[in-house]
């Protein structure tokens, strides 16, 4: 090694100097662009002007330099043992018009899914005192609807049930499908954290999975939430039968969006009998690591959620995901219709690993007007 380094310099080197050469040495040769744009994510910070082919390497780095790399920018962007704990209810189930390929809710196709009326108040705000009893900071409240047009009934009720839950001292996201601009300010008005609307995968492999709806319509609908003030949570799945190329292609989308997601999701296909994507082979572990940490390092702000498919990897897999740039998980017996991991379950996971559980965010609140007691208790206590 000393011999190499004298014979690239050409003249004799002090002793001293070689150990400071063999370090630059070795991280010259085993540079990837993981390790480049994670140290330019630290130095600069977050930047919306990505190339495709830029994610694309980070994303095709080896992977425990990607798994290396993205625990160091969420060390320097976020607090790296918190992770936040939500809750997922599906308050509107089955009967929904869209033909999401991989949705049992969709009434296209025979997954033995029942639909069901919008659940009542009292139902939904006990379902939100337990999560809040769980450990869960925010509650999500998810309605299988094609959009919120021609439902003002049942709209203003979840205006209702915002109100309420926000009172509890909880966030509050709601994934209800399309919306209006108009709709999207009265759920700002009425306290609603955030608004979660997947773009699912890549523009060009979107056609493959969905077709009644276009992928520019769920990107206006990010336009209205982020207009009307309310944190945007949009991410994507994996394991639909898309390339590696979509994958890249999705988290390319959301990182040159105007403003970041506050919230980026990473679901892993949940295969449903009866749904077109009965038959895909479950993700891989790796495969999760790989976006998590890429996502990481091109959106070091974000929450990036830990979300459907979790329940099929152990707690040393869950720990890689964490340590690569997730911070944030989904917990309770379900998420909408499947199964995920329960409450005692994820208490024992985070004792073991010293995760510490996220308090709520209420810093982007530009009203109080939905303020209850306990939500005011609540900031006091943050300080």
Known sequence: MVMIIRSIIGRSISTAVLPHLRLRYFSVTSSSAAAAEAERSIREGPRNDWSRDEIKSIYDSPLLDLLFHGAQVHRHAQNFREVQQCTLLSIKTGGCSEDCSYCPQSSRYDTGLKAQKLMN?????????????????????????????????????????????????????????????????????????????????????????????????????????????????????????????????????????????????????????????QDQKPVEIWEMIRMIATARIVMPKAMVRLSAGRVRFSIPEQALCFLAGANSIFTGEKLLTTPNNDYDADQQMFNLLGLIPKPPDFSDDSSNDFEGEELKESRSALG
């Not at 009934?153 to 915002?162: A, D, G, K, S």
């Open 121 to 277: 108040k009292d139902a939904v705000l006990e379902a939100a005192k337990r999560a809040k009893e769980g450990g869960s900071t925010r509650f999500c409240m998810g309605a299988a609807w094609r959009e919120t047009v021609g439902r003002k009934t049942n709209f203003n009720q979840i205006l209702e049930y915002v109100k309420e839950i926000r009172g509890m001292g909880l966030e509050v996201c709601c994934t209800l499908g399309m919306l209006e601009k108009q709709q999207a300010l009265e759920l700002k008005k009425a306290g609603l954290t955030a608004y979660n609307h997947n773009l699912d995968t890549s523009r060009e492999y979107y056609p493959n999975i969905i077709t009644t709806r276009t992928y520019d319509e769920r990107l206006e609908t990010l336009n209205h939430v982020r207009e009307a003030g309310i944190n945007v949570c949009s991410g994507g799945i994996i394991g639909l039968g898309e390339a590696e190329e979509d994958r890249v292609g999705l988290l390319h989308t959301l990182a040159t969006l105007p403003t970041h997601p506050e919230s980026v999701p990473i679901n892993a296909l949940i295969a449903v009998k009866g749904t077109p994507l």
